[in-house]
């Protein structure tokens, strides 16, 4: 089992900059893929992007494509999604999530959210307009 734990979330004004991380410790973090979703008030859990283990391919949702970067660094056991341009709809909870397998597989199988083998307890990022 891995454990995840985030941080970096907070208020920041539209069009601004925050950096996510997620800590993993546990099993061998550079073995799996990560990702990170996201839940907004009243609505369902969201898939905004994915990265194989080796951090050489990624996925992003087309609603933050172009604005997010997801990044890992298997040294510090540690992954990382840079949001810019925010805006207030990319306000929610947002999740680190992991998945026991090696091998990197399509972007429709990471938009599940029944994929992810664990998941982190969230950080919340409001962005104010």
């Known amino acids: 089992q891995v454990q995840l734990v985030e941080s970096g979330g907070g208020l920041v004004q539209a069009g601004g900059s925050l950096r996510l991380s997620c800590a993993a410790s546990?099993?061998?973090?550079?073995?799996?893929?990560m990702g990170w979703f996201r839940q907004a008030p009243g609505k369902e859990r969201e898939f905004v992007s994915a990265?194989?283990?080796?951090?050489?391919?990624?996925y992003y949702a087309d609603s933050v494509k172009g604005r997010f970067t997801i990044s890992r660094d298997n040294a510090k056991n540690t992954v990382y999604l840079q949001m810019d341009s925010l805006k207030p709809e990319d306000t929610a909870v947002y999740y680190c999530v992991v998945d026991y397998t090696k091998t990197f597989y399509s972007s429709s199988y990471y938009s599940s959210a029944q994929t992810w083998d664990s998941w982190g307890q969230g950080t919340q990022v409001t962005v104010s307009s």
């Open positions: 990265v194989a283990w080796s951090g050489g391919a990624t």
């Open positions: 546990g099993r061998t973090f550079s073995n799996y893929a």
